[in-house]
């Protein structure tokens, strides 16, 4: 297969998607593909301009907002002639890359992607639609609510402590755990400078569990041990040595059973496609609580998918490649 593989853009998560492309071009060559490499936020890339840029690592904190490049027209200025490839590896992560924008866009021009369509994109993206969804299909998620709303009122509906995030973001970019009603403005405050909406969510205190979705089926469940403190926060997801992460996590067969339900509960009530990454919390009960669900996981070395896949027996390079064959598989099903 001929294969664009389309990363960076303007999101927090940037240093994150240029550390998935450089395992999934890797991955794909290796795998006897040819490859082009896109950046969303600069074109196509020479050789020179890869080794540049995929030599970086991924900073302990998200990248300066200042410094973003904006998503250029795919079609056009990005130098990507849609005719030429079979098909547009999205390793983009949040933002517009993640949010049905770039989906719309590829729609358009007709070609093939891996991933969600624009519609469950959307759906997943936006958190506040995606608990309303949970509930609907019986999947167990935090009560929320959403700003603007008073301190007074938090306490009485939902009570502290509280997660107070952004309603479009992922990577837990801009995600703060407030004990107490002091702490919420500033809480608020923060969240508000990486997305116009705001959450307010109750705090499950228990084990962190992710579930990796793939074709229909659910993957290995994975337990996040973070060293940072009790949120799987930026900083112990992308600095090495400050999460313990376990696959399978060490849990009963009859929880793993529950958990892979419910992700897949949680993956078809979003109208999702090819694959996922579900994110949970097991309270002290043993119940589950279904956090969010991320449409473009990380595909970077150590990232949760890989590690869920390699732990069902599906090694990196030929997880990228299904994932490819899918997206192919998914546009001749519908045309």
Not at 56 to 66: A, G, K, Q, T
Not at 187 to 206: H, K, N, P, S, T
Request: hydrophobic share 45%; glycine share 10%.
């Amino acid at each position: 297969m001929r294969i664009a593989v389309l990363f960076g853009g303007a999101s927090d998560e940037r240093d994150v998607s240029a550390a998935s492309a450089a395992q999934v071009i890797e991955a794909l060559r290796g795998r006897g593909h040819d490859v082009i490499v896109v950046d969303a936020g600069r074109g196509r890339l020479s050789a020179a301009d890869e080794r540049s840029l995929f030599a970086r690592r991924i900073d302990r904190l998200p990248p300066d907002r200042d410094a973003a490049t904006d998503l250029p027209d795919i079609i056009g200025r990005s130098g990507l002639n849609v005719s030429e490839v079979d098909l547009v590896f999205l390793a983009l992560h949040g933002g517009s890359g993640e949010n049905g924008t770039v989906q719309s866009l590829l729609d358009l021009a007709g070609i093939a992607y891996t991933g969600s369509g624009r519609l469950g994109s959307a759906l997943a993206w936006d958190k506040d639609v995606a608990k309303r969804l949970f509930r609907g299909a019986g999947v167990p998620t935090p009560d929320w609510l959403m700003v603007p709303v008073e301190a007074g009122a938090v306490e009485a509906g939902i009570g502290f402590p509280v997660i107070v995030k952004p309603n479009g973001q992922g990577s837990t970019v801009g995600l703060t755990l407030v004990e107490s009603a002091g702490e919420l403005e500033q809480a608020i405050e923060y969240a508000a400078r990486f997305d116009l909406e705001v959450m307010i969510e109750r705090y499950v205190d228990g084990r962190e569990l992710t579930v990796g979705v793939l074709e229909g089926k659910a993957l290995a469940v994975g337990e996040i041990r973070s060293a940072t403190g009790p949120v799987f926060d930026y900083t112990a997801k992308y600095t090495a040595g400050q999460a313990e992460e376990i696959f399978p996590a060490d849990i009963t067969m009859a929880q793993a059973s529950r958990i892979q339900a419910l992700a897949l509960d949680a993956h078809r009530a979003l109208k999702l496609d090819d694959y996922s990454r579900v994110d949970f919390r097991m309270d002290a009960a043993g119940d589950f609580w279904c956090l969010e669900v991320n449409t473009l996981p990380g595909l970077s070395s150590g990232s949760l998918l890989p590690q869920a896949a390699a732990a069902s027996g599906i090694e990196f390079p030929e997880l990228c490649e299904r994932l490819c064959v899918a997206a192919l598989s998914r546009v001749a099903a519908r045309s």
